[in-house]
């Protein structure tokens, strides 16, 4: 069967944008019912009819959204499949049993919110009610701890193909470093979110009850965004350095290499949102317009510092042992092709991968250089020494010397 490429974009680049746009509701979800819960709790201990009122609406919103997020999660099981086979079948072996755990947990956490919202001012028991929303709350963040392992292993493998034990695959390197920094951002973009939404409510506000509960919800969730904030950095450095002491390599290739263009970017970004929120603070929460250029630099800066992740592990999908063309390092490529047939270009650089970084003739990846004006202006024996020994965001050709002499002949042809 032909490997897939998906036109225009590739392969690469498609999962990048589903993989960051279910991570922005899927943050906002997780960071959601924690705020809901604690907020319930608050206006259950203070008699806050606010608390209570915001904590309501955004489990009724968030029961809503999760239908989206939902689609986007099936749509990267789906797109992870597809694009990348080899890849999916050793990664979901791998993590096999924490996903099935991941399932049961996010079955729990839809249930848990469910009941949450249909039972809010008719439970018998406020208490109750509120342990209802812990539930949802904690089935949402352990989900996201789950997801995040995975993740976590792609970039550092750590000893598990050396000791292949479940143990070193979850608790690789960064785990607990990027369980910190994945946490903060669920619960500031959750009250950006909100923060925006009362922003714009409050000049439409139909009566003076709503626009006194929308300058509240302002303030609320702005100051929760606000302060948050300054941990971002922090979590931020202790994860760049615990990336730094596994694999000098990949530090030096997010602060300077292909990836710093995106990194540096992130971090101007995420000083605007600092110095927007010491002036929103230092107002005393008057200049709120102040602090939505802010957020919405946050949100940008999140969305950046996304796909810096991303690009970091590049060439690999799992770093240092699986490529982006699903080869694994260090193993020969098989030959699949009769020595009698002569296979022409696009086929050959299917076959070895190539199209999952470089386009060509209108198909393949959108990271590396498109293949079309270079093959025809470097000589074959340059290109042979090119393959055997590229740069280091590219893999090395790994056939044999009669492999690569017909592989460079049918792309040169």
């Known amino acids: 069967m032909q490997p897939i490429n998906f036109p225009v974009l590739g392969n690469s680049l498609i999962m990048a944008i589903v993989i960051l746009t279910h991570v922005f509701f899927a943050f906002v979800a997780v960071g959601g019912l924690v705020l809901a819960f604690v907020s319930e709790w608050i206006g259950y201990k203070s008699g806050s009819a606010y608390h209570d009122r915001f904590a309501e609406g955004y489990v009724k919103f968030l029961s809503d959204m999760m239908k989206l997020g939902g689609v986007l999660g099936v749509a990267i099981v789906v797109f992870t499949i597809s694009l990348f086979p080899e ?15 991941e399932v049961g947990l996010f079955m729990l956490m839809m249930a848990a919110t469910i009941c949450y919202r249909i039972t809010w001012g008719t439970a018998k028991s406020k208490a109750r009610h509120i342990a209802v929303g812990g539930i949802a709350a904690l089935a949402a ?53 909100a923060y925006i939404y009362a922003f714009f409510k409050i000049r439409k506000a139909a009566n003076s009850d709503d626009a006194g509960y ?55 970004l995420g000083g605007i949102a600092i110095i927007a929120s ?39 999908l799992i770093y240092g042992q699986m490529y982006m063309s699903e080869a694994f390092a260090g193993e020969p490529t098989k ?27 209108g198909e ?28 280091q965001a590219m893999p090395p050709f790994r056939g044999t010397e009669k492999e690569l002499d017909e592989f460079v002949e049918a792309i040169t042809k």
């Not at 390599?249 to 710093?260: K, P, T």
């Not at 699949?336 to 199209?355: I, N, T, W």
């Not at 393949?364 to 079309?372: A, H, I, Q, R, S």
């Open 335 to 361: 030959a699949d092709v009769a020595a009698a047939v002569k296979p022409d270009a696009k086929s050959s650089l299917q076959k070895y991968g190539c199209l999952a970084c470089h386009k060509y003739k």
């Open 141 to 193: 963040v352990a989900a996201a701890l789950v997801i995040n392992a995975a993740h976590a292993f792609m970039l550092t493998p750590g000893m598990y193909f050396e000791e292949p034990t479940l143990f070193n695959a979850v608790f690789n390197p960064t785990m607990l470093a990027s369980s910190t920094h994945l946490m903060i951002p669920c619960i500031l973009n959750a009250a950006l979110f």
């Open 87 to 101: 890849f999916a079948k050793k990664l979901y072996n791998i993590f096999f049993w924490p996903l099935f755990l």
């Open 364 to 391: 393949g990846g959108t990271f590396g250089p498109v293949l079309d004006a270079h093959l025809k202006h470097h000589p074959k024996d340059w290109l042979k020494k090119f393959l055997k020994t590229p740069p």
């Open 214 to 268: 929308y300058s509240w919800m302002a303030d609320f969730s702005g100051k929760i965004f606000a302060v948050g904030i300054f941990l971002q950095p922090l979590s931020g450095l202790s994860f760049l350095f615990k990336v730094k002491s596994v694999n000098g390599g990949i530090f030096m290739n997010i602060i300077n290499g292909n990836v710093a263009r995106f990194f540096w970017p992130m971090v101007s």
């Open 278 to 316: 010491v002036i929103y603070l230092s107002s005393r929460s008057r200049l709120r317009a102040i602090l939505l250029v802010g957020g919405l630099a946050a949100l940008t800066a999140f969305s950046f510092g996304g796909y810096t992740r991303e690009r970091a592990r590049k060439p690999y």
